[in-house]
C-alpha cells in the first residue's frame, strides 16, 4: 500500500480541509439525493441526516474510521413497498426498527464475536438478495426514464426517452473511460449532463424554484405529529429482513476500507461499534423523514485515489452537507430534475445493484456444480422476483425481497454441507 498523504487522525490545513470535504461531498451528493427522489421523500432532509448520521457514526468508532453515511438504495424496494400499504409514515417505522435490528446485532457481536453472522449470512445468501433487489426495480427504472403520466395512465414518450438515455451514457462514459474522481461520481455528473439536455428540449418546469425561498429549512417528518402509524407485522416483515443485505454490506466495506487504510476495524474500533453507528444514523434519519443510511462506496473509492484518509476531512463533507440541506434554491433545483433524468440514472444504478450480488458470487468462489448453492440461489431468485407470497390475514402477509430472504437464510441453515471454511476478518 503506498504511503497515506494525509492519515486517519491527522488535520489538514484549512484550505486544504475545505477542498477535499467539498470533493467528498459531491462523491456522494448524486446518490444520496437519487434515493428520496425515488421514493418521495425530500432530498433536503436526506442531504441533512447524511451529515448527521456521519457524524454519529465517526463519534460512535471514536474518530478511528473514515467512513461517510450516505441513503441506502438497498431500502428502495421495501419502502416503496411500505408506503403504498401504509403511506411514508410507515416505511419511517419499519426502517427504525432495521435500526434496532443493527443495535441487537452489535450488542450480541460485541459480547460474542461476529463468526456466528458471517454463517448466519454467507455469500450464498447474501448474494441472490441482493440480485432480486436490483432486478425486482428494474421495471420501475425503465418506466420512468420512457413513460410520462398523462391523467391516471402513462403513455411512452421517446423525447422523454431520450433525456433518459443521454443521462445513463454521460454515466457510463465517466464510470468506465475516467479513471479519476470523475469516475466516482458518475450519479452526479450523469445527472447534471441529463438535466441540461433536458432543458434544451424544453422538459422542465422551473416554477418551483423561482417560488423557492434562498434560505429554507428541510421537511422533516416526525411520528405522531406529521403522520399517524400503525406497527404491523407486514410492515416488519417488508423492511427488517433487508438488515441481511445493509449489515453484509456494512461488513464488506469495512474490510475493503480497512485493506484501503491499513487498520483493522473488525477489531479496532470494533465491528460492534461501526454496525451500532450505522444504525444510530439510520433511527435518527427515520426519525425526522430521512431515508436510511449506509456507509458509501464511492466516498471508500475517494479515499484510495486521494490517499487522504483523514477522518476530520469526512467530518467536513458532513457538515457541507448539513449547510446544504438549507440552501432552497438548490434543493429546489433538485426538484425539478425529469423522471426520464431519474429514470436514466436508476436503469444503471439497479442494474449495478443486480451485477454486485453476482459479483459477491464470483468473488467468493461459489460452486453452482454444489446442488446446495443451486438449490438455494434458485429458489430465493425465484421466490424474490415472482414475488411470492405466504398470506395469513388480510393485514399480516410475507412477500417479494423479504420472503426470499428468509427462506435463504432457513434454507442454509437447515440443508446440508454447508461450508466451514474461516472467515477472512480482514487480518490476513
Not at 460474542?112 to 458471517?118: K, N, P, R, S
Not at 429546489?332 to 440514472?345: D, F, K, N, S, Y
Amino acid at each position: 500500500m503506498s504511503e497515506a498523504i494525509l492519515d486517519v487522525q491527522d488535520k489538514p490545513k484549512t484550505g486544504q480541509w475545505i477542498s477535499l470535504s467539498l470533493q467528498h461531498m459531491f462523491a456522494m451528493f448524486g446518490a444520496t439525493i437519487l434515493v428520496p427522489q425515488l421514493v418521495g421523500l425530500s432530498p433536503a432532509i436526506a442531504l441533512l441526516t447524511s451529515g448527521i448520521a456521519t457524524i454519529i457514526f465517526i463519534l460512535i468508532t471514536q474518530f478511528k474510521v473514515p467512513a461517510y453515511l450516505g441513503s441506502s438504495f438497498a431500502f428502495i424496494l421495501p419502502i416503496t413497498i411500505a408506503t403504498k400499504t401504509g403511506g411514508i409514515g410507515s416505511a419511517m417505522i419499519g426502517a427504525m426498527f432495521v435500526s434496532l435490528v443493527y443495535a441487537i446485532v452489535a450488542l450480541i457481536i460485541w459480547k460474542t464475536g461476529y463468526q456466528w453472522l458471517m454463517k448466519l449470512l454467507p455469500p450464498i445468501v447474501v448474494g441472490p438478495v441482493i440480485i432480486v433487489i436490483g432486478l425486482a426495480l428494474s421495471g420501475t427504472a425503465v418506466n420512468m426514464a420512457m413513460t410520462i403520466p398523462v391523467g391516471n395512465a402513462s403513455e411512452y414518450s421517446l423525447l422523454h426517452f431520450s433525456a433518459a438515455i443521454v443521462t445513463l451514457l454521460t454515466a457510463i462514459i465517466c464510470n468506465i473511460y475516467f479513471k479519476n474522481i470523475i469516475s466516482l461520481m458518475p450519479i452526479l455528473i450523469g445527472i447534471i449532463a441529463g438535466y441540461g439536455y433536458s432543458a434544451a428540449i424544453g422538459i422542465i418546469d422551473y416554477g418551483v424554484i423561482a417560488d423557492a425561498k434562498w434560505f429554507a429549512v428541510p421537511e422533516f417528518l416526525i411520528p405522531g405529529v406529521d403522520y399517524s402509524f400503525q406497527v404491523t407485522p407486514t410492515l416488519l416483515f417488508v423492511m427488517v429482513p433487508i438488515a441481511i443485505v445493509t449489515i453484509s454490506e456494512h461488513i464488506g466495506h469495512q474490510l475493503v476500507l480497512g485493506k484501503i487504510v491499513n487498520r483493522n476495524y473488525i477489531k479496532d474500533p470494533g465491528l460492534h461499534r461501526s454496525i451500532l453507528g450505522d444504525g444510530i444514523g439510520t433511527f435518527i434519519s427515520s426519525l425526522v423523514g430521512g431515508p436510511p443510511k449506509t456507509t458509501y462506496g464511492e466516498n471508500i473509492g475517494v479515499l484510495a485515489i486521494t490517499k487522504v484518509f483523514s477522518v476530520y476531512v469526512i467530518f467536513g463533507a458532513a457538515v457541507f452537507a448539513i449547510v446544504f440541506s438549507f440552501f432552497g434554491k438548490l434543493m429546489a433545483v433538485i426538484e425539478t430534475i425529469p423522471t426520464a433524468v431519474l429514470g436514466g440514472i436508476s436503469i444503471l444504478l439497479f442494474g449495478i445493484i443486480a451485477s454486485s450480488g453476482l459479483r459477491m458470487l464470483v468473488d467468493n468462489n461459489i460452486d453452482f456444480g454444489n446442488n446446495r448453492n443451486l438449490v438455494i440461489s434458485s429458489v430465493i431468485l425465484v421466490i424474490g422476483i415472482g414475488g411470492a407470497k405466504i398470506e395469513f390475514s388480510e393485514t399480516f402477509s410475507i412477500e417479494g425481497m423479504a420472503l426470499a430472504a428468509i427462506v435463504g437464510v432457513i434454507l442454509n441453515l437447515v440443508l446440508p454441507g454447508m461450508d466451514k471454511k474461516e472467515v477472512d476478518d480482514g487480518t490476513k
